[in-house]
């Protein structure tokens, strides 16, 4: 199937196959004799498990640096995934964007906290220049 069928049928759109494409989350499609890009079931369902990742919260290069482990997601049944710790599986990605996460929310709760102390005090607190 072409470009704009694959992506619809992965609920996405060409310019997000063609981005992954890019980053190494997908191979380089098959192309017509007219050089247009075909892809395959197989390909719609990699992007189906890239799309499910992503809305997870990890990130596009969190899944470039495990691409080659991505094949084990779209299998039918999926592979489970260890949550035990290696260099070659998801474990170490997924708690480096756990720990970036809960610095974020730190950082937000910290601000948050700061923002309301400065409505509660009537702003007579907040130093010159902020």
């Known amino acids: 199937m072409r470009i704009g069928d694959a992506a619809a049928a992965a609920g996405t759109t060409p310019r997000a196959l063609r981005f992954y494409e890019q980053r190494g989350l997908l191979r380089p499609p098959a192309r017509s ?7 395959g079931h197989a ?15 990890l990130t596009v290069d969190d ?11 779209d299998q039918d049944p999926p592979v489970r995934c260890s ?21 974020e929310i730190a950082r937000l709760t ?7 102390h400065h409505i ?6 907040v130093p010159a220049g902020d």
């Open 83 to 103: 949550g035990s710790p290696g260099p070659d599986t998801f474990a170490p990605v997924v708690h480096a964007r756990l720990a970036a996460l809960d610095a």
């Open 43 to 57: 390909e719609v369902a990699r992007v189906r498990v890239i799309r499910q990742l992503l809305a997870t919260g």
């Open 110 to 116: 910290a601000l948050r906290a700061r923002l309301a």
């Open 33 to 39: 004799a007219s050089g247009q890009r075909e892809y």
């Open 120 to 125: 509660a005090t009537g702003g007579a607190d």
């Open 63 to 73: 899944l470039a640096s495990r691409a080659h482990r991505l094949d084990l997601l």
